[in-house]
């Protein structure tokens, strides 16, 4: 992976504005439309190893990167059993450990909201909630009575006062989007709250294998990773095709951008023979305007624009 990147005066790489992208191997920064790209971290010692959800805490300003790992919690039917959170400086790209959260199973995105972070536990068909300030997990929201992988959940998204989560559904039912009353699940109360008695949930009948909840303009986007599809979710439909592994998607001022990966086998993904891109698509038409290569990095997970 090219480490090309702006840098400050003292020979340091420099961010700023820019799109960050979690992948098998690590985090990467790239500044459009050059088409450098410098890997914040790395880290590809273990195969169940990789970085995936990427959300911003408004109060300080970091991108919060989550990582899977195993700290030690027992397995349960997934390669990774618990997450490392990193707290990355967008201006200088240094990045530093911010916290453990154990017993997460195959986390895919995260969300924060004030200085709570959510992530998607899609093993235990749950999400955790773990407060920035006393570092810890304060509540787990458990979706239906089952802790198993059935709604696999992958997608997070702080919208108004609602909590959305994506719910792929494996591809036995149609995807659906998940809201969830953002004054209940944060305030104080029991530590276990079941979802069904506050949740809404919009099926996004026909599509399925689903990742991704990003609002563009007023519209909320999501797309459908093995069809290689960006739709829409109301009503559901098909925006545009770039095909490929479509996983990760971005607004920023100069489109929408959207993560590429080699479609490949679970066992595979982590390749560094395999090339991911990011590119970017503008209205009106949905039009290829940039296109970024990131080579070697196994498979693209999330995007982040700042």
Known sequence: MSQAASSQSDGSPRGDAGLFVTTSGGVLFCRPPASGVHVVIADRTRRWTGFFGLARHARTGAVIAARRYRLGTRQVRKHSTDVILHAIDPRTLTHEQIGEVRDVHDVHQIEVSGDLVFL????????????LERGETVRIIEVGPERDDINHLNALLADGDDLLVGMNNRGRLDAAVMRLPLAVIGAAGDHVVAAAPIATVTPLTPFVHTHDLERYGSGLLACASRTGVVLRTDPPGVLFSPGGWVRGLAAAEEGLWVGISTPA??????????????????????????????????????????
Do not use: K
């Not at 235990?124 to 407060?131: E, G, K, Q, S, Y």
């Not at 698509?281 to 999330?302: F, K, M, T």
């Open 265 to 306: 086998e679970r066992a595979d993904r982590h390749s560094r023979t395999l090339d991911g891109e990011v590119r970017c698509y503008r209205e009106p038409g949905w039009i290829e305007s940039a296109r970024i290569v990131l080579p070697g990095v196994g498979q693209v997970h999330d995007l982040l624009a700042v």
């Open 120 to 131: 998607t536990d899609t093993g235990l068909n749950r999400i955790h909630v773990w407060d």
